[in-house]
């Protein structure tokens, strides 16, 4: 009942898996017969400490809000809802995600306006809903850059829905674009560069498929704490003619990825879970630092009893990202989550290296310890 609680309050596209297992259901203002509006605060905050053995090392510490977000749901009868949400970036908060969403029946759905555009298992998660809490695979999954110029939204609308007894989800949508990679342009700062610009849109798409336990909605539960036994497909492309614009060249845009989730329980120990991915970009060459190959992979066990307040979940992720500007970056993270509320509530420590090679003047090798308070309301 709580999913079901959840899926139905938390409208709030950034952050929540609609239809699964979201975050608790904060109250729910009914102004009238066909009207509802649902309030909501979600935060992370941590510690870290990063030890740089390049020639600008130290060691940094550095106490940050990484994320704060207020959200609003509003339901305008059963098919009409919309959802708003702001972060705090820069000591300002800015429109996250601002759309409307007509939800006709479980196999087919429309949402207009500012939101996530399709792409990765991992992107549709979103850093408060992964394999490890709070982690984003930023090495791997680089869709979040280009395909929105803010935390992966973008303007635009999509048609999604769950077909094949609830099995099959798809989503498939138009988009601006045109905000791929570092010194990118958007199609108005190009036009004021001088550049010959394109009217084309961005399409999107991703299928997934689930074996086990279903996981329907837009947005992806990355791992399900052992709520669920997963084993669950999936792929995602995007295109657009001449989305790279950079005073140096433009170019056509495309990307594609395929993951994988499994999660199984073990009575009376825990569950064991598994995540893998793997992305092809295409700048054109215009952008051969943003083109290339990447992997990504993740192993987790979350605990049944509890210790205390709550469960640990010890994890491991591997990514790497294999660019054609002949520069490997690869990063791994060792962790432990302590999970008292889902993702409610979560404090998380981690160990993360990560290495640059292949370019003398891009070299680096950073250690970084952290500690991360996760809270949803």
Known sequence: MRNVKAARAWLTAGAVAAGSMGVQASTTFQLGEDLSLT??????????????SS?????????HLDSGRFMLGASFGKTLKATLSTERVGGRNHFLDAFAQFEFMPEFNIWAGRLVSPSDRANMAGPYYSMGGGYWPGVASRYGWSGGRFVARDDGASVWGTVADGRLGYSVGAFVGRTFGIGALTKEEGKTAGLKTSDSLMYAGRLQYDFW???PGYYNIA??????????????????????????????????????????RIKD?????????????????????????????????????????????????????????????????LGVN????????????????????????????LDTISVALQLQF
């Open 39 to 52: 309030p909501g605060y979600a935060m992370r905050y941590s510690y870290t400490n990063r030890e740089d």
């Open 55 to 63: 020639a600008n090392g130290g060691h940094p510490t550095d106490f």
């Open 213 to 215: 336990d279903r996981a």
């Open 223 to 264: 791992n399900f704490l052992g709520a669920k036994d997963i084993l669950s497909f999936g792929a995602a492309f995007r295109y657009q003619d001449k989305g790279v614009l950079t005073t140096h060249g433009i170019g056509d845009y495309t990307g594609y990825n395929l993951d994988f989730l499994m999660e199984k």
């Open 269 to 333: 120990s825990g569950t064991w879970a598994w995540e893998a991915a793997w992305y092809d970009y295409d700048t054109d060459n215009v952008v051969k630092s943003e083109q290339g190959q990447a992997y990504s992979t993740g192993l987790s066990f979350i605990f049944e009893h509890k210790l205390g307040w709550g469960r640990l979940q010890p994890f491991l992720h591997w990514q790497k990202f294999e660019a054609d500007s002949h520069v490997n970056t690869r990063q791994c993270d």
């Open 338 to 365: 302590y999970v008292i509320d889902g993702y409610n509530t979560q404090v998380s420590a981690t160990f993360t290296n990560t290495k640059v090679s292949g370019a003398l003047a891009s070299r680096s090798d």
